[in-house]
């Protein structure tokens, strides 16, 4: 995998500094489990960064299938995105509300989409209020620009692929879903999913790369905790949890660590788990 050494985060300061720049477009990615009973589209309307604009991560995506929030056509990308007001040349900044982790996923889409220039607010909405920082609460009214899609098919894996990766056995499979569920122990909180996790696959639940208050740890801490979760940092990584977002905040954390090249597997047990074919794993 190659490296990059652009961190893939932004503080709250810098963000602050560079909140009116020309180029500096702001979106906000909350998205919540329907079984939280939060409408991310209407906390962004009560109150958002100044300036941002709400990517809906249900409707920026493949709505044809029964999966969620699948990737969408780099058509469909394009479009919506023109909308919000996110073109070529933008310098894109992704949040969230606090106890969503849409960002990182909003972050890997642009990537996937051809778009390097996209970063994370480093501690979200919930730093950003806890510092004082403005909000807003006008709708956002953007103008359009254009966007140029071109899919990096290389930073998403799909179902024949993973069948391929669980078979060989060449690439390691890290899932970020909590380790009850991982083992097989608690059930999902999807319908009509089997418990447990690919063969061979590695977990270390998303919230391990997190500080207590939000903020992503360092590279140097988190080294380690990729390591204790039994990765090879040199060999190939690919990313997977619920339904692809919180393997994209694993993927997030792998870059910081200069590993930038981190695939999701977009499906993920949504869809693995509903496969009667599909060999799982039970145990640690």
């Given amino acids: 995998m190659s ?9 709250t300061d810098w963000l602050a500094d560079h909140l009116t720049a020309p180029d500096v477009r702001i979106v906000d990615a909350s998205w919540f489990m329907p079984s939280t009973g939060r409408d991310a589209r209407a906390e962004f309307s009560a109150q958002h960064i100044p300036g941002a604009v709400f990517f809906d991560i249900d409707e920026i995506a493949d709505t044809d299938q029964s999966l969620p929030h699948m990737l969408p056509s780099p058509v469909k990308f394009s479009s919506r995105v023109q909308k919000l007001g996110l073109g070529d040349g933008s310098r894109i900044i992704v949040y969230e509300a606090p106890g969503s982790f849409g960002a990182a996923r909003v972050w890997w889409t642009f990537r996937v989409m051809g778009h390097a220039d996209v970063k994370v607010l480093d501690g979200g909405l919930a730093k950003w209020l806890a510092e004082g920082r403005p ?9 359009p620009r254009h966007f140029t899609a071109r ?14 990766i669980v078979a060989m056995g060449q690439d390691q499979v890290l899932d970020a879903r909590a380790a009850a569920r991982f083992r097989g122990e608690a059930p999902e909180p999807r319908e009509g999913l089997r418990s ?5 696959a590695f977990n270390l639940p998303v919230g391990e790369v997190f500080h207590a208050d939000g903020v992503m740890k360092s590279a140097d801490e988190l080294r380690p905790v990729f390591e204790r979760a039994g990765l ?7 990313t997977t949890c619920g339904s692809g977002i919180t393997a994209s905040v694993l993927a ?3 870059f910081r660590l200069g590993i930038s090249r981190v695939p999701v597997y977009d499906g993920s047990w949504t869809e693995w788990g509903a496969l009667a074919d599909a060999p799982i794993s039970v145990g640690a």
């Fill in 3 to 11: 490296t990059e050494i652009a961190d893939p985060l932004v503080t």
């Fill in 232 to 238: 090879d940092l040199a060999r190939p990584i690919v």
């Fill in 151 to 164: 899919r990096d098919a290389d930073l998403v894996r799909d179902l024949a692929q993973m069948r391929r």
């Fill in 252 to 254: 997030l954390a792998l």
């Fill in 196 to 200: 447990g996790h690919m063969p061979g």
């Fill in 135 to 143: 909000v807003d609460d006008r709708p956002p009214s953007p103008s």
